[in-house]
């Protein structure tokens, strides 16, 4: 799980306190995903505005992926640290491994402190699991590389359907190398059987 800008054509202005001037700049969206860390396919997304706080989409990221996929880890940086985070990956079958702020302590109970403890004592393990993150870096890397990383449109909902859009296509792209280099079968909506619909 992570987050990365996406600059927008519209300008915004402010004033600069430390310049002593009024100074403008892009405006940006934030492009939020989940992904795999063998095909980094985007199980989620959600693109909201540049502010937002990468912690606010992330429960429901992690939903939307268990719905679809199943998860054994979930790795985040500290932006995601949480109680309330770690309990939703949790709750859906996969261990969280996103650190901890230095000013945070063990105390309580739960999954925060089960892990707290976990990545104190064990923090080898915990970080070699930790850095398969590393993975959401490279498909960000992939998305702004093959499809740009601005958007044209003028109008917000224009700006949102087109970041959706670019992770369309990367997602397009990884089924079509799948199924070259690792073999995998894709099975389509339409060739699904009522069998299959009720399982």
Not at 132 to 143: L, W, Y
Not at 147 to 176: M, Y
Request: glycine fraction near 6%; charged fraction near 25%.
């Amino acid at each position: 799980m992570d987050s990365s800008g996406i600059s927008t054509g519209r300008f915004v202005r402010w004033y600069s306190y430390k310049y002593g001037k009024e100074t403008k700049r892009h405006d940006w969206l934030k492009l939020h995903i989940m992904t795999g860390v063998k095909t980094n396919i985007v199980t989620s997304v959600e693109v909201t505005d540049g502010n937002t706080h990468d912690s606010r989409p992330f429960p429901d990221l992690v939903t939307a992926t268990a719905q679809s996929f199943a998860m054994s880890e979930v790795s985040a940086d500290k932006a995601y640290s949480s109680s309330r985070n770690l309990e939703v990956v949790f709750d859906h079958g996969a261990m969280p491994f996103i650190p901890f702020k230095h000013n945070v302590s063990g105390d309580g109970d739960g999954v925060w402190h089960k892990m707290y403890h976990f990545y104190n004592l064990h923090r080898e393990s915990f970080m070699e699991r930790y850095h398969k993150r590393s993975n959401v870096e490279a498909t960000f890397s992939m998305i702004k590389r093959k499809f740009g990383d601005r958007v044209r449109g003028k109008t917000s909902t224009a700006q949102v359907n087109e970041v959706l859009l670019k992770v369309l296509c990367h997602n397009i792209c990884v089924v079509n190398r799948s199924m070259h280099e690792l073999g995998v079968e894709p099975l389509f909506w339409a060739e699904i059987t009522p069998t299959q619909k009720a399982s």
